[in-house]
Nanobody, 125 residues
């Protein structure tokens, strides 16, 4: 079973950048589509971006398109989320997730079966 560990969160001023990492254990990582979600206090968990197993396909929520970039290095079993031009509304706990069942890019939290513990991103104005 793959386990996921996020890192790279922190406090940044508006307009700044952060890079999140999601390290995965397990030899089947490269076959899994991976996603990033975020959850602000009192709100539901929302889709941010996702990437296919070979990295050839990516999808982004409209709210982050052009500012965030998802990538993966299957040799390192790691997925990255580069976040630029951060805004206060990007403040949330960010989670990476893997779909080990369909191996397809998914957009809803319930469609992912493996989750990391989350990392806090706070953007000050």
């Amino acid at each position: 079973q793959v386990q996921l560990v996020e890192s790279g969160g922190g406090l940044v001023q508006a307009g700044g950048s952060l890079r999140l990492s999601c390290a995965a254990s397990g030899r089947t990582f490269s076959t899994y589509a991976m996603g990033w979600f975020r959850q602000a206090p009192g709100k539901e968990r929302k889709f941010v971006t996702a990437i296919s197993g070979n990295g050839g396909s990516t999808y982004y929520a409209d709210s982050v398109k052009g500012r965030f970039t998802i990538s993966r290095d299957n040799a390192k079993n790691t997925v990255y989320l580069q976040m630029n031009s951060l805004k206060p509304e990007d403040t949330a706990v960010y989670y990476c997730a893997a779909d080990s069942r369909t191996l397809q890019i998914r957009f809803r939290p319930y469609e992912y079966d493996i989750w990391g513990q989350g990392t806090q991103v706070t953007v000050s104005s």
